[in-house]
């Protein structure tokens, strides 16, 4: 499938920094919870992601990730999802979290 370049801008991925990450063990699969500051436009947004295989709650806390932000929320059992954090899967299937790779204000959109 080809994707036009209108349809890309709508994806709203942005830049954030965790501050807070708990473990999420009513998950189906192994997961964290997770509270996301995106800055004083968006504001703080909780997500679930599975990806205890390379990260600790303590590990996670002032990384900033990057994540869709425009979804529409999604009940994770407990757990209101209100974003998606964005990663990809090393040699061993084990999801590696994008980053930018120098800080940014939280907020920052993908372009």
């Not at 991925?13 to 999420?24: H, S």
């Not at 004083?40 to 909780?46: A, C, L, Q, V």
């Not at 679930?48 to 994540?67: K, N």
Request: no cysteine.
């Amino acid at each position: 499938m080809t994707l036009s370049f209108d349809d890309f801008l709508k994806v709203d991925i942005r830049a954030g920094t965790i501050t807070r990450a708990e473990p999420f063990p009513e998950a189906r699969k192994p997961a964290l919870r997770l509270w996301i500051d995106f800055g004083p436009e968006i504001g703080e947004k909780k997500s679930s992601a599975q990806i205890t295989e390379l990260y600790t709650p303590d590990a996670l806390i002032g990384r900033q990730v990057m994540a869709v932000v425009n979804f529409p929320p999604r009940q994770i059992g407990p757990v209101r999802s209100e974003v998606l954090v964005l990663g990809v899967s090393d040699a061993e299937g084990r999801v590696v979290l994008l980053t930018p790779d120098q800080d940014v204000p939280n907020g920052q959109r993908m372009h």
